[in-house]
């Protein structure tokens, strides 16, 4: 691959996954924080985690998305699909911006739909690196994946909440529409043509995944990790709120953090999973955030920490903490992939921790609706220190090669 293909594919891959993340870091963090302003109970707000459905179902499409992407004996079509499923994301969002925040089930059926479209673009941009990337370029592109999510999730989860205390609901989540169109766009220039598949190549198929006894293992370590690690997130920006922070300090806080908190803690990731090895990395991201959840339910306990102390503990435990984690435990995906259908292998595992985002979503609002912040921060605490002193070994074998 020449240096400006080379180029053009990164630069698009970034575009993609900042445009999923935007998407992403809208319905997972900024309407959470934004209607927790507008006064609605956290039960109620739990109810956003739903949107995460798709991204916890799109396992059962991923071979139909790939072997449409990649028809046997023709031309890939990523750009298309591409560009149907971002048509169908742009559209819900722009929806979903005309419509009142309350009542709220129309404002989630809008998203539900925009995040069916995203889970699917993303399968297609996932098999698109996987195919597109090769020797050293592959360092270059878990770079685009992983910050072009943390610039999207700054946008959607900061700068758009900033938009919206300034401008409203509906000029923000517009604007958010448009930046979408533009960056999916990006990817699909960059992702016109590629090689034919072979004709007599195999299908992929999630027979072939549930297969692997070490798949099977690596399902209930990703379970535990995800539970330990996101058992709080989404009460972080409702937190701040009701501490006394206003809505447009709490936008510009997360968008911050994630750019800036986000990319250092993947960048740091990467380097201790290089020292130390991917379980004692996740171990001490596990560790690190039960630190910080002590801090927070200390705080909301009544104990007289200083604001400052609890935001920075807020910030570290969504942004760099997270970042260190994930990165430990993605690399882990990986090394568990089977590189010959390495997208079908990998949307299982991301299937899975989308399942336990949302229905840990729908039990920490309830928690903190009927228990109190102090309760939910408590327990996320105690899992996180728990799941660090019993994690398993895990496999430091990479599944590429290395950049």
Known sequence: ?????????????????????????????????????????????????????????????SPFVERARVPRGRPVRTAAVTMIGGAVAVAGLAMAGLLPLQPLLPVLAALLVVAFATATVDIAVDGHAVGALEGRALGW???????????????????????????????????????????????????????????????????????????RRGLILTAGFVVAQKASQQMLGPYLIDLGLSLETVGLLGGASSIGLGLAGAILGGALVRVYGIGATMRIALALQALMLVIIAL?????????????????????????????????????????????????VFQCLDATISMALGVLVGLGAEYRGYDTVFGIAAAAALAMALILPTARNRPARPAA
């Open 299 to 347: 705080s909301a306990a009544g104990v007289a920490v200083p604001r400052p102390v609890v935001v920075g503990a807020a910030m570290l435990a969504s942004s760099a903490v997270t970042a260190i984690g994930f990165t430990a435990l993605y690399a882990q995906f990986m090394a568990w992939a089977d590189p010959a259908q390495g997208g079908v292998d990998f949307t």
């Open 1 to 61: 691959m020449g240096p400006g293909r080379q180029t053009g594919l990164l630069g698009g891959l970034w575009a993609a996954y900042a445009a999923q993340s935007v998407i992403g870091g809208l319905t997972w963090g900024g309407l959470a924080t934004v209607l927790r302003d507008r006064g609605l109970p956290l039960d109620q707000i739990g109810l956003v985690s739903l949107l995460m459905l798709p991204w916890a179902l799109k396992f059962l499409w």
């Open 141 to 215: 592109g878990n770079a685009a994946q992983v910050g072009g999510a943390y610039v999207g999730a700054a946008i959607g989860g900061g700068l758009f909440v900033v938009m919206v205390a300034r401008w409203g609901w509906t000029a923000g989540t517009l604007s958010m529409a448009a930046l979408v169109a533009v960056l999916l766009a990006a990817f699909a220039l960059a992702a016109r043509g590629g090689p034919s598949a072979p004709a007599g190549a195999p299908l992929p198929s999630l027979g072939r995944t549930w297969s692997r006894p070490e798949i």
